[in-house]
């Protein structure tokens, strides 16, 4: 069983950083890949950047390339994502999610643990 709760998110202007954090409860996390997913209001929730177990494999997808940073932290049970050069198009709740194969990570069905999601608004 794994327990995950985001923090960092908030109200920033366009150009800003942020910096979103997932803390995981579980001796398993380290086992996980994780994946950080987002939806706005009307949409369909997507994948932002996802991570293996080890952290050598990172996916990203093209909007937030250059731009977001996906790391964890296995010895603080930690998953972050390092948003900078926000846009008003990031704005959405944004969760963490952890998945049993790294392969898997583009379908949220296949995650096993979620979040309960965090705000993030980028304004103009």
């Known amino acids: 069983q794994v327990q995950l709760v985001e923090s960092g998110g908030g109200l920033v202007q366009a150009g800003g950083s942020l910096r979103l954090s997932c803390a995981a409860s579980?001796?398993?996390?380290?086992?996980?890949?994780m994946g950080w997913f987002r939806q706005a209001p009307g949409k369909e929730r997507e994948i932002v950047a996802a991570?293996?177990?080890?952290?050598?494999?990172?996916y990203y997808t093209d909007s937030v390339k250059g731009r977001f940073t996906i790391s964890r932290d296995n010895a603080k049970n930690t998953v972050y994502l390092q948003m900078n050069t926000l846009k008003p198009e990031d704005t959405a709740v944004y969760y963490c999610?952890?998945?049993?194969?790294?392969?898997?990570?583009?379908?949220?069905?296949?995650?096993?643990?979620w979040g309960q999601g965090t705000q993030v608004t980028v304004s103009s």
């Open positions: 999610a952890a998945c049993a194969y790294y392969n898997d990570y583009h379908n949220p069905a296949l995650y096993d643990y």
């Open positions: 579980g001796r398993t996390f380290r086992t996980y890949a």
């Open positions: 991570i293996s177990w080890s952290g050598g494999s990172t």
